[in-house]
Antibody, heavy 120, light 111 residues
Framework: QLQLQESGPGLVKPSETLSLTCTVA???????????WGWIRQPPGKGLEWIGT???????YYNPSLKSRATISVDTSKNQLSLRLTSVTAADTAVYYC???????????WGQGSLVTVSS | QSVLTQPPSVSAAPGQRVTISCSGT????????VSWYQQLPGTVPKLIIY???KRPSGIHDRFSGSKSGTSATLGITGLQTGDEADYYC????????????FGTGTKVTVL
């Protein structure tokens, strides 16, 4: 059974960089060419926002509104993907989810989420 | 800002049917598959419909999806208290700055 687990600091200071890692268990990130892996966030009390998606070939796609600050990478040897978001502000406070993005269509398996608060 | 528009809320009595609309454009819903996600209070979003109208294993057939032109619809029949949740549509947008877009979300309340 596929499992995804986000990890990283729960508190980040304004203007600093948010870094999260998602560890994938139960399947290989390179399992199928149709497997892509994405990051989604949800500010408290608000809706879902797609951040970006990566393929194990390292093709990446980003939300235009975050593209200048977000970097998604993959480490196939560790079966992990990572997210870096630079120059954070309070508006970046959210629960951050990693998920499998099947064929760039549906997000069919989600991690439990990691709450990141941006505050001094 | 989401480019997929959903009603903020819908409600019905137990056993009734509700529908949730998701309105998009020719570059997103008009061109790509639509998915639907259920987020029960305090939990992780869960895929309940993919490829417009397919249900993942374990999802009850009370949930159905359809698409026509640039709009999609999620239907829930035999409404139960356990269906109270936020529901989001989502699809790929094939415009110049391609990417995935979620709907604004709809809160379903069982009266």
């Amino acid at each position: 059974q596929l499992q995804l687990q986000e990890s990283g600091p729960g508190l980040v200071k304004p203007s600093e960089t948010l870094s999260l890692t998602c560890t994938v268990a139960g399947d290989s990130i390179r399992g199928r060419t149709s497997y892509y892996w994405g990051w989604i966030r949800q500010p408290p009390g608000k809706g879902l926002e797609w951040i970006g998606t990566i393929h194990y070939s390292e093709s990446t796609y980003y939300n235009p509104s975050l593209k200048s600050r977000a970097t998604i990478s993959v480490d196939t040897s560790k079966n992990q993907l990572s997210l870096r978001l630079t120059s954070v502000t309070a508006a970046d406070t959210a629960v951050y989810y990693c998920a499998r993005h099947h064929d760039l269509d549906e997000f069919d398996s989600w991690g439990q989420g990691s709450l990141v608060t941006v505050s001094s | 800002q989401s480019v997929l528009t959903q009603p903020p809320s819908v409600s019905a009595a137990p056993g009734q049917r509700v529908t949730i609309s998701c309105s998009g454009t020719s570059s997103n819903i008009g061109k790509n598959y639509v998915s639907w996600y259920q987020q029960l209070p305090g939990t992780v979003p869960k895929l309940i419909i993919y490829d417009n109208n397919k249900r993942p294993s374990g999802i009850h057939d009370r949930f159905s999806g359809s698409k026509s032109g640039t709009s999609a619809t999620l239907g829930i029949t035999g409404l139960q208290t356990g269906d109270e949740a936020d529901y989001y549509c989502g699809t790929w947008d094939s415009n110049l700055t391609a990417g995935y877009v979620f709907g604004t979300g709809t809160k379903v309340t069982v009266l």
